[in-house]
Nanobody
Framework: EVQLQASGGGLVRPGGSLRLSCAAS????????LGWFRQAPGKEREGVSC????????YYADSVKDRFTISRDNANNTVYLQMNSLKPEDTAVYYC??????????????????????WGQGTLVTVSS
């Protein structure tokens, strides 16, 4: 059974930082591209970042570019999202997800949200003073 558990969310002041983690199990972690998504109240889910199976290719939404960094630890089946210079508009529930088909060569520079599935439980990030 595929399981993805995000953690690390919380309340942070504008300009602050958080590091989200997503622990995965139940599938061949090394073979899958992974993504971080978020959903703010009243808004549609948004793709935030993607990392390829090897970690060599990444994607960032324009809204988080140069502030967020995605990384993965294939030895420990975990993907991370380092979030710096947080803004109130970053407030959302953050989810991790796997690319659906297990395409080892999935290219994050061609990121498309519908390519991702197997959603895990999210973690709430609130940016407020």
């Amino acid at each position: 059974e595929v399981q993805l558990q995000a953690s690390g969310g919380g309340l942070v002041r504008p300009g602050g930082s958080l590091r989200l983690s997503c622990a995965a199990s139940g599938f061949a972690f090394d073979d899958y591209a992974l993504g971080w998504f978020r959903q703010a109240p009243g808004k549609e889910r948004e793709g935030v970042s993607c990392i390829s199976s090897s970690g060599g290719d990444t994607y960032y939404a324009d809204s988080v570019k140069d502030r967020f960094t995605i990384s993965r630890d294939n030895a420990n089946n975990t993907v991370y999202l380092q979030m710096n210079s947080l803004k109130p508009e970053d407030t959302a529930v953050y989810y991790c997800a796997t690319e659906r088909s297990g395409n080892y060569y999935y290219t994050c520079s061609l990121f498309s949200a519908p390519d991702f599935g197997f959603w895990g439980q999210g973690t709430l990030v609130t940016v407020s003073s």
